[in-house]
């Protein structure tokens, strides 16, 4: 169906985003899952594009659009060429608006260059080995002393912690009976402070070239000056850019099922059963127009969300609507698709295997199904 959220220039912006993912990442992608990360020296080659730089400030080396459409034209582009950039995903969509919006003049000087030409890393450390989508009963703690915070405790399900030269942890640093959500500061620590480890890389049944690491902080000292935003003031910074976050997995999750309904489509095609195509089953057919229409149901949900979003009007209910919606989709598909191909779905030398596995986790991270729900109950005055 006819889309209209993207201007030329963000056509543009498709044209150098398939460019580069056709030529530096889809022949070595088979490699990076094997290895299960991606090298940090394509982070310094999409700096040098100047894709990771789109939206920072042009003093720093940046274009200075903060426009997320270019953030889904290029995870668009990857889901048609059959990859993922998940990690680079993270930094860009979920990571960089807190810099973007929290960081003083000095942390901007200090951080944003190498934020824009790819060669600081940044994962951010909410998750803990005890709480998911309970944000306000994490445990890690941060006392301040002097000039300095202490930081001790330990985060898990870490995306990109393994390379990351800058990780923004949440830790508590009051304790309010009254209000639980109180008391949450952002502090950005840094690779090689005293104290902070990395801990083992997840196995993790999809997503495999996205390193997923637990990281630990044992009396790591944060200076002030790495505090990103006022002291206890992060939950709410959090919530602020929940909707952009999940946004950034309903944008996937469409994209994604495209792919798996294309690569399907060609599939059946060329596969004879019964000396006739699989496409040429009654069945099939049903099965892949039924799928097709509802991506493009989810699809047109995603762009009226995306427009509300770069206008600064996306509400959290909707984005959790959008989310439950398409990441439903996309497993009902990704799954459907799967049975098409028969036994050979099911060898990962097919990518509609890889876009099964993927797919999975859509369902749970930033904000499960069931949480979305009850934020979508909310709203509804529930």
Not at 133 to 152: C, E, F, H, I, K
Request: hydrophobic share 45%; charged share 25%; aromatic share 8%.
């Amino acid at each position: 169906m006819r889309r209209e959220i993207y201007t030329e220039d963000h056509e543009a912006f498709r044209g150098l985003a398939a460019e580069f993912i056709e030529k530096e990442v889809v022949a070595h992608y088979a490699d990076w899952e094997k290895a299960g990360q991606m090298p940090r020296s394509v982070f310094e080659k999409l700096g040098a594009a100047g894709i990771l730089g789109v939206a920072i400030p042009p003093e720093y080396g940046g274009a200075g659009l903060r426009d997320y459409r270019y953030n889904a034209v290029l995870q668009e582009e990857a889901a048609r060429a059959l990859v993922t950039l998940s990690t680079v995903r993270t930094q860009l969509d979920v990571i960089l608006p807190y810099f973007l919006s929290y960081a003083d003049d000095q942390q901007r000087e200090r951080w944003f260059p190498g934020l824009a030409n790819g060669t600081l890393l940044t994962a951010i450390a909410m998750t803990e080995p005890g709480t998911g989508s309970d944000l306000a009963g994490m445990s890690t703690r941060a006392v301040r002393d002097g000039d300095d915070y202490v930081l001790n405790g330990a985060k898990t399900f870490i995306t990109g912690g393994l390379l990351a030269d800058l990780v923004i942890v949440v830790a508590r640093t009051s304790t309010d009976a009254l209000d639980r959500r109180a008391g949450l500061t952002l502090l950005v620590v840094e690779d090689g402070m005293p104290g902070f480890e990395r801990g083992r890389v997840l196995d993790k049944m999809g997503c495999k070239v996205q390193d997923t690491v637990e990281l630990s902080f044992d009396d790591v000292r944060v200076p002030v000056a790495n505090r990103l935003g006022a002291e206890g003031a992060a939950f709410g910074y959090l919530g602020s850019n929940l909707s952009q976050e999940r946004m950034t997995v309903a944008v996937g999750s469409v994209a994604q099922a495209r792919a798996a309904i294309g690569t399907t489509v060609e599939y059946v095609k060329q596969r004879k059963a019964f000396g006739i195509s699989v496409a040429s089953f009654q069945n099939t057919k049903f099965e892949l127009a039924a799928m097709s229409a509802e991506l493009e149901a989810a699809q047109t949900m995603v762009d009226r969300a995306v427009l509300d979003l770069v206008a600064g009007e996306l509400s959290g209910a909707d984005a959790a609507r959008v989310k439950l919606f398409t990441t439903e989709m996309q497993g009902r598909v990704v799954d459907r698709c799967l049975q098409l191909f028969g036994g050979y779905g099911y060898m990962t030398e097919y990518p509609i295997a890889r876009l099964y596995t993927d797919a999975r986790v859509a369902r749970i991270y930033a904000g499960t199904s069931e949480v979305m729900k009850v934020i979508v109950a909310k709203s509804l005055g529930l």
